[in-house]
């Protein structure tokens, strides 16, 4: 990976943030890369996102969702994963920004808004933040999705979870987290994630 500071390597299941134009180079094999983007315009062309200098490359876009940010918030862009053991739960729960998820392992039910739905590796979802989640996981394997979501500037380095219920606040998380990736956004405030 290349960009106006130097050059680094990206090791399988990192990520970086960056707010600038980026080169990436792959060796000879394969390569999977999620990407988000973050659009100012809700309307926005997924086309414009296209990797154009790459002919090589395929372009799928999972996702795109709108973003509702209160312009009172300096905010964040930040990727982690979040690994369920067989049988994990995220009990209901909030979070402070919105984001898109994608199954990387294993299969995850999102319940909320009265729906229910079960993904599964490479599907993604977006969730609004400020919607409770209900989220049982696999239960005979491990599960493992990624997720680029924005948050107030506030939770930088800490979780950004709340729990909904009073009597689920004094039960263990059976889920735990890895910040890849976080960067305070210089930028307009976006208006839409792109997930790829």
């Known amino acids: 990976m290349a960009d106006e500071s130097g050059s680094r390597f990206l090791w399988a299941g990192s990520a970086i943030t960056v707010d600038q134009e980026l080169t990436l180079l792959s060796d000879d094999e394969d390569t999977v890369l999620w990407r988000w983007e973050l659009a100012d315009n809700v309307d926005v062309d997924v086309d414009e996102f296209c990797f154009r200098s790459a002919p090589a490359a395929a372009n799928t876009c999972l996702l795109r969702s709108t973003c509702d940010l209160d312009d009172r918030h300096t905010w964040l862009m ?58 049982p996981a696999a239960r005979d394997r491990e599960t493992v999705f990624v997720r680029c979501f924005v948050l107030p500037r506030a939770v930088i380095g800490s979780s950004s979870i709340r729990i909904v219920r009073p009597e689920d606040r004094a039960k263990p998380n059976t889920q735990s987290y890895r910040v890849l990736a976080e960067r305070i956004m210089a930028r307009a405030r976006p208006r839409a994630i792109v997930g790829f």
Do not use: M, N
């Not at 009990?91 to 995850?108: A, M, S």
């Open 78 to 135: 930040r990727c982690d994963t979040v690994t369920f053991p067989p049988g994990g739960v995220a009990l209901t729960h909030l979070h402070q920004g919105p984001g898109i998820r994608v199954v990387q392992d294993g299969e995850i039910t999102i319940e909320t808004e009265g729906t229910s739905k079960t993904y599964l590796p490479g599907e993604a979802w977006a969730e609004k933040g400020v919607l409770p989640v209900f989220a």
